[in-house]
């Protein structure tokens, strides 16, 4: 059996192929899995679990499919998806996690993330982030009308995009004495994480001790998937049309 591990799938109603992936990949490899871990912005961004669109409806009722057939699902909110909440979990079956966790992975204890904490260098986003996790402020924007809610979400989006033009990748990228801090506070040698959309294993020696970070991959233009077992894991990338067949869940 394995665990597998996605995250920044950025899905939009306005990208059906990826869509259509994800559906693929929780139909046909995910159904098989001992559990899936999903470490944030699977959406490209979530405005509130009361989402109406159909977009929102068949995401999740393709996740509480799953879980009913009885894969556990754990999620961890990303910098996309942070007013994901209770009431999406309890439509769809999908246990929230805090945002750094300690798991066991088939004897092995790691730390996972969404990845965009340990961006340290990166002052201005960690200010925003600060700002928008406010509790005050999230149940005030919940609250707003729905159409006033997603013209906020757009404006929103245009500002970070424009924001990421100006920055070095170097900024935007983790910042390695944080990455060894949290390592050391969870005394675990393995961590897992999105965010930054380089997909890649690090291995490093800090103190002494050998440690492996593992990097998610984005789905803009392939699947990013992490493979979990006894024997060890593999990072694999598919054509977003690897998954394309039809698989339903029995």
């Known amino acids: 059996m394995t665990t597998l591990f996605i995250s920044d799938l950025h899905l939009a109603a306005n990208r059906p192929d990826i869509t259509t992936c994800f559906l693929n990949f929780l139909h046909c490899e995910a159904i098989d899995a001992d559990a899936l871990y999903i470490l944030g912005d699977l959406f490209e961004f979530w405005t509130g679990d009361d989402d109406p669109t159909p977009f929102a409806s068949q995401i999740r009722q393709a996740l509480h499919a799953l879980t009913t057939h009885g894969v556990p699902v754990y999620f961890i909110q990303g910098n996309r998806d942070f007013l994901l909440g209770e009431t999406f979990c309890q439509q769809t079956g999908v246990i929230l996690l805090p945002d750094v966790t300690e798991i066991d992975l088939y004897g092995q204890r790691a730390v996972i993330l969404h990845g965009d904490t340990l961006c340290t260098d990166d002052e201005r986003y960690q200010a925003f982030r600060r700002k928008v996790h406010q509790p005050w402020l999230q149940w005030l924007f919940k609250r707003l009308p729905w159409r006033l809610r997603t013209r906020i979400v757009s404006k929103v989006q245009h500002d970070i995009r424009d924001d990421k033009q100006t920055k ?83």
Request: one cysteine or more.
């Open 168 to 250: 070095s990748m170097t900024i935007m990228d983790v910042n390695a004495q944080e990455v060894a801090t949290v390592m050391a506070q969870h005394h675990v040698n393995l961590m897992i994480h999105g965010h930054t959309h380089r997909p890649a294993i690090h291995e490093d020696t800090y103190e002494g001790s050998r440690q492996t970070r593992i990097v998610l991959g984005d789905w803009y233009e392939q699947a990013s998937i992490l493979y979990v077992d006894k024997s060890g894991y593999s990072l694999k990338q598919h054509a977003l049309t690897h998954n394309n067949e039809q698989c339903e869940i029995d």
